[in-house]
């Protein structure tokens, strides 16, 4: 599985960013995907998380109401809508595949990061 995220800038505070995972893989609906984040000096964090069909999510709490993920199939890809940005953000998103159940943490595959800055 290899993953590509994209879509990842400047944008000022309360700006939006919409960004994207590419995944090079036989059979994308295997997957359970889920996006990560690491903020300049700190450890990655969980974001969100999306089962194979799409039909449960899952949010950290201090992303929950202005993020939004989703998926489409047919494309390979999954999204990653971020509205409201706050400074706080800011950090390098990664994108990642998983085969087991719906995880903030087990993920077996990972994309390279797309850099998010939110300016004040």
């Known amino acids: 599985v290899q993953l590509q995220a994209s879509g990842g800038g400047l944008v000022q505070a309360g700006g939006s960013l919409r960004l994207s995972c590419a995944a090079s893989?036989?059979?994308?609906?295997?997957?359970?995907m889920g996006w990560f984040r690491q903020p300049p000096g700190k450890e990655r964090e969980f974001v969100a998380a999306?089962?194979?069909?799409?039909?449960?999510?899952d949010y950290a709490a201090s992303v929950k109401g202005r993020f939004a993920i989703s998926r489409d199939n047919a494309k390979n890809t999954v999204y990653l809508q971020m509205n409201g940005l706050k400074p706080e953000d800011t950090a390098v998103y990664y994108c990642?595949?998983?085969?087991?159940?719906?995880?903030?943490?087990?993920?077996?595959?990972w994309g390279q990061g797309t850099e998010v800055t939110v300016s004040s």
């Open positions: 999306i089962t194979w069909r799409g039909g449960s999510t």
């Open positions: 893989v036989r059979t994308f609906t295997n997957y359970n």
């Open positions: 990642a595949a998983d085969s087991r159940r719906l995880s903030r943490t087990e993920y077996d595959y």
